[in-house]
């Protein structure tokens, strides 16, 4: 245990999220988890798969975290590296690993901002930041749905060129695309 505990707090250093447990909301504390459970990770280690398909890795990431998983990724627009897209929460990162990982000019901290409304999706959100090697995971906000229906919230006071989401269809949080056109003028809303 104390192995697992150390390897979370130099990891936290870096990586605040998903690493340091009061960052992702205090619900993983490896200080807590049964002996049997840490000796079964570091013995399962030596032969763990480490050639997985980034997109194969976020997605079984994102189910054992209870995320959903089905979306339309394909229906996204190509994102140019002086735009800006917003992640509705709900999918942790998802949809910012498929825009970010296809092209290079791109990155998390420069062109995404993922809402994340609960410790599940920061925590994706921060795999993301790792599989896509970025240096941080400050792209991820905390921001539950409702927060955003609040005019004052800090993400309704930046400008976006696209607000991308899940689609209510497939368990999305937002049911309608005209009022988060109205929330943000500037952007065009993809509900995926």
């Known amino acids: 245990m104390d192995l697992v505990s150390l390897l979370f707090e130099d990891a936290a250093v870096l990586h605040r999220v998903p690493f340091d447990p009061e ?33 194969d890795y976020i997605l079984e990431q994102a189910r054992l975290l209870g995320l959903p998983t089905r979306m339309a990724r394909s229906d996204l627009h190509v994102v140019k590296a002086h735009q800006k897209v917003l992640e509705l929460p709900g999918t942790g990162g998802q949809l910012a690993h498929h825009l970010v990982s296809g092209q290079k000019d791109l990155t998390l901290q420069d062109n995404v901002v993922v809402a994340c409304g609960s410790w599940q999706e920061l925590t994706l959100a921060g795999v ?12 991820a906000a905390r921001a539950e749905a409702a927060d955003l229906k609040n005019a004052d919230h800090p993400l309704r006071q930046r400008s976006f060129d696209f607000v991308v989401g899940l689609h209510p269809d497939k368990g999305g949080l937002f049911h309608v695309e005209d009022q988060l056109a109205i929330w943000f003028p500037t952007a065009k809303v993809l509900l995926v």
């Open 128 to 139: 993301v930041a790792l599989e896509l090697g970025a240096p941080h995971s400050d792209f």
């Open 23 to 55: 960052a992702v909301g205090g619900s993983l504390r490896p200080d807590r988890l049964p002996e049997a459970v840490t000796d079964g990770w570091l013995k399962s280690v030596e032969s763990l798969s480490l050639n997985t398909a980034g997109a």
